[in-house]
Structures are given as C-alpha cells and as structure tokens.
C-alpha cells in the first residue's frame, strides 16, 4: 500500500510539471493601463498573417490583400497618413506613381496578454523607390501590426532612413 501512494504521488508530480506552465516573460510595458502586463513570445500563426499579406502585396492584389483587414481597421503611415478602413489605404497605394521595391529583412511576434488573444507583429523592411521624377530613395519601414483571430486591428509603420555605413 505504501508503494501504492508513493508510485500515485510520483505521477501526479510528474503530471503537474507536464502541465501547461505559462509562457514566460521577455520584456515589460509602462504606464498605469498595463499595470501587470509583461510581453511574451508570440506565435508563428499572427507572423503568418503578415507574410501572407506581404506576398499579396509584392503583385498588388489589393483584393486578397483587403481579407487581412478588419472592417474597422486604422492605418498610420509613416508620413502621417491616417485610414480607417482598408479600401481608403488602398486607394492612396494604387494613386502612387512610384514604383518599389523592398525585403522583408525582420518580423517577429510578441503577445502583451496570452490570455486575451491578439498578438502585436512587427516587421522591418528595406526599401528601394523609384520617384516619379527618376530619383531613388532607399530606406527602411518598420510596421507595427495589432493582429486578432487573423485580422489586423492595426496597423502603424515608421520610417528611418538609411545611412551610409562607414568603411
């Protein structure tokens, strides 16, 4: 009987250390509305969404592109621009003259409350365009994405310029 309780309490160790543990923490987030909340690790499945956007993108399929967004979705570009629907982004993307060119150089994802759903995407991008004028500019895009059941909430990007690396 005594090797009886001594094998149960052994597997009900082993069990609970097989359990779900919760995923740790890779950083932190000020102010009083996050107050408890810490960033985790994100998941491959919210990445997805944006490199699938991404490949869209490239051919300017702004049907297929237009099933990444919510139908509330808010888009700040890098110069300021503000849209708060995909269609509006669009249709600036299809008014541009310039022709680009860029790589996908960075992307990850991180979460601010596993518990909730939604996961904050970040991708960088090198950026080559070609004005209407003939001149090129090379830069890069940082986007920020707030991605939930597959939908990008929303979606910010920040422009920085590329310097010349010393010799």
């Known amino acids: 009987m005594k090797k009886l309780k001594l094998l149960a309490l052994s597997l009900f160790v082993i069990i609970a250390s097989c359990a779900k543990q919760d995923s740790p923490s890779v950083g932190f987030v000020s102010g009083e509305e996050f107050q408890g909340f810490e960033w985790h690790i994100g998941t491959s499945e919210y990445v997805k969404v944006v490199t699938d956007l991404d490949q869209a993108w490239v051919v300017n399929d702004y049907e297929k592109m237009s099933s990444f967004f919510s139908d509330t979705t808010t888009i700040i570009t890098y110069d300021g621009?503000?849209?708060?629907?995909?269609?509006?982004?669009?249709?600036?993307?299809?008014?541009?003259t310039s022709e680009y060119e860029w790589e996908m150089?960075?992307?990850?994802?991180?979460?601010?409350?596993?518990e909730t759903g939604g996961e904050h995407v970040y991708a960088t991008f090198a950026i080559t365009s070609t004005?209407?004028?003939?001149?090129?500019?090379?830069?890069?895009?940082?986007?920020?994405?707030?991605?939930?059941?597959?939908?990008?909430?929303?979606?910010?990007?920040?422009k920085q310029d590329q310097q010349d690396q010393p010799d």
Do not use: M
């Open 81 to 96: 621009l503000i849209f708060d629907s995909f269609r509006g982004f669009s249709n600036h993307l299809q008014d541009d």
């Open 131 to 158: 004005l209407s004028s003939g001149d090129i500019d090379t830069y890069n895009i940082l986007e920020h994405y707030y991605i939930i059941d597959g939908k990008i909430v929303w979606l910010y990007q920040y």
């Open 105 to 114: 150089l960075s992307i990850y994802s991180v979460d601010l409350n596993p």
